[in-house]
């Protein structure tokens, strides 16, 4: 019933910006941590940054000081400004949503490519 949509990868060049959108749909609660993962081929999935319910954030070192993730009141969906891209920032970037009565691991979007080139 839960569905989370990705939305906003696209190729961009080094230095540029991007802005993925998640909205969650179906969920009878509000979330109480929603975050953006990202793997790139042969890689682990990893998480580049969360936001809780009382809109506490928490950035992977990596993006701290490029990317910000911010919620919009009373919805379930979140987005992520990426800004000063670099090639190694190129992976499939996921949204995970954890709600009251969901599964421990939470509720996983199809993901989008974000591709930087060099």
């Given at each position: 019933?839960?569905?989370?949509?990705?939305?906003?990868?696209?190729?961009?060049?080094?230095?540029?910006?991007?802005?993925?959108?998640?909205?969650?749909?179906?969920?009878?609660?509000?979330?109480?941590?929603?975050?953006?993962?990202?793997?790139?081929?042969?890689?682990?999935?990893?998480?580049?940054?969360?936001?809780?319910?009382?809109?506490?954030?928490?950035?992977?070192?990596?993006?701290?000081?490029?990317?910000?993730?911010?919620?919009?009141?009373?919805?379930?969906?979140?987005?992520?400004?990426?800004?000063?891209?670099k090639p190694e920032d190129t992976a499939v970037y996921y949204c995970n949503m954890r709600v009251p009565?969901?599964?421990?691991?939470?509720?996983?979007?199809?993901?989008?490519?974000?591709?930087?080139?060099?």
């Open positions: 019933q839960v569905q989370l949509v990705e939305s906003g990868g696209g190729l961009v060049q080094p230095g540029g910006s991007l802005r993925l959108s998640c909205a969650a749909s179906g969920s009878r609660f509000l979330f109480y941590a929603m975050g953006w993962y990202r793997q790139a081929p042969g890689k682990q999935r990893e998480l580049v940054a969360s936001i809780t319910s009382d809109v506490t954030t928490n950035y992977a070192d990596s993006v701290k000081g490029r990317f910000t993730i911010s919620r919009e009141i009373g919805k379930n969906t979140v987005y992520l400004q990426m800004n000063s891209l009565s969901g599964p421990d691991r939470g509720y996983w979007g199809q993901g989008t490519q974000v591709t930087v080139t060099s």
